[in-house]
């Protein structure tokens, strides 16, 4: 993949990772901005991330500080001999009440609040909790505050699925609903190129005929 890619100069490549997949009790449950742990094939898929990086030369690794990205990005980190950057900006959106339930429970005692959530997805806020558009914001604070320092370079970022997805969207210039046309699996990449003025799509999910 990446020798087609061309040398960022004048703008920055983002190399955006999902967080890994993760064992079956976390993955039916709410995490929100909450820690959750890695399944064996999400361990393996930080296996992968290394061989695609091993010929990128990365200015630093950044992450959410959920352990289910940081871990992985401390692992990205040190095979590039840096040290990973938790910041809470990067954390994925808190889900109030309903963190750390069991989806089917929430589907049962609030059905009516999580279809509002997902119809007014960038919008709505889980009772208690924050809406994705609060996350994406405080993801481009952090962009805004980053990209005068790495132009012409090449950062890592593990992120959340939805903040991922949320944060391509506004950058693209689409609408925050239309962030689950590019939702990525768990551990996939998508390489974003940020210029002043504009972003381009590097790469969406290279990995994608592997599976």
Do not use: Y
Not at 57 to 74: I, K, L, M, Y
Not at 79 to 95: I, P
Not at 152 to 170: E, I, M, Q, Y
């Amino acid at each position: 993949m990446s020798p087609v890619l061309p040398e960022p100069i004048d703008f920055c490549r983002l190399w955006l990772f999902r967080h890994p997949e993760l064992d079956a009790e976390h993955a039916q449950r709410a995490i929100g901005d909450g820690p959750a742990d890695l399944s064996r094939r999400g361990r393996a898929q930080v296996l992968r991330w290394l061989e695609l990086m091993k010929p990128i030369e990365v200015e630093g690794v950044w992450s959410s500080p959920q352990p289910q990205c940081q871990g992985p990005a401390r692992a990205l980190a040190e095979a590039h001999q840096k040290e990973v950057v938790a910041d809470a900006r990067l954390r994925d959106q808190g889900m109030g009440r309903w963190q750390g339930r069991a989806w089917s429970d929430v589907m049962r005692d609030e059905d009516g609040a999580v279809r509002t959530f997902f119809a007014e997805l960038g919008e709505a806020n889980a009772p208690g909790g924050e809406s994705l558009g609060e996350g994406v914001e405080r993801m481009l604070n952090w962009w805004t505050e980053l990209m005068p320092k790495v132009a012409g370079k090449s950062v890592a970022v593990v992120l959340p699925g939805s903040l991922l997805g949320g944060f391509a969207a506004a950058m693209l210039g689409m609408r925050l609903s239309r962030c689950m046309s590019l939702n990525l699996p768990h551990g996939g990449l998508a390489v974003l190129d940020a210029f002043h003025n504009g972003v381009r799509i590097g790469s969406w999910n290279p990995d994608a005929l592997r599976e």
